[in-house]
């Protein structure tokens, strides 16, 4: 089992930077894939990008490629998302999420889920 809390989310003006965090609980954290979803008002949960366990490896949605990095740090169970060059249309609830074998963009493919941090960025 694994159990995640996601923090970071605020208010942001377009062009502006924020940092989601990921805490995860459980000793096998560095053996799952960790990614990050969103959700924005009135659409469904997107995918936003995946990490394999050791980092190496990382797949980003066209949409946020170039702005976005996801990182982790297995020695704190910690997986963050920098964001940068934000605009309003990445106002969403982020999501983080993991899986002990899938890296994907399959949103039913992930086990664990966070409750989610709400990111709003203004124009």
């Known amino acids: 089992q694994v159990q995640l809390v996601e923090s970071g989310g605020g208010l942001v003006q377009a062009g502006g930077s924020l940092r989601l965090s990921c805490a995860a609980s459980?000793?096998?954290?560095?053996?799952?894939?960790m990614g990050w979803f969103r959700q924005a008002p009135g659409k469904e949960r997107e995918f936003v990008v995946a990490?394999?366990?050791?980092?190496?490896?990382?797949y980003y949605a066209d949409s946020v490629k170039g702005r976005f990095t996801i990182s982790r740090d297995n020695a704190k169970n910690t997986v963050y998302l920098q964001m940068n060059s934000l605009k309003p249309e990445d106002t969403a609830v982020y999501f983080c999420?993991?899986?002990?074998?899938?890296?994907?963009?399959?949103?039913?493919?992930?086990?664990?889920w966070g409750q989610g941090t709400q990111v709003t960025v203004s124009s």
């Open positions: 459980g000793r096998t954290f560095t053996s799952y894939v």
């Open positions: 990490v394999t366990w050791s980092g190496r490896s990382t």
């Open positions: 999420a993991a899986d002990p074998t899938y890296y994907g963009s399959s949103e039913s493919e992930y086990d664990f």
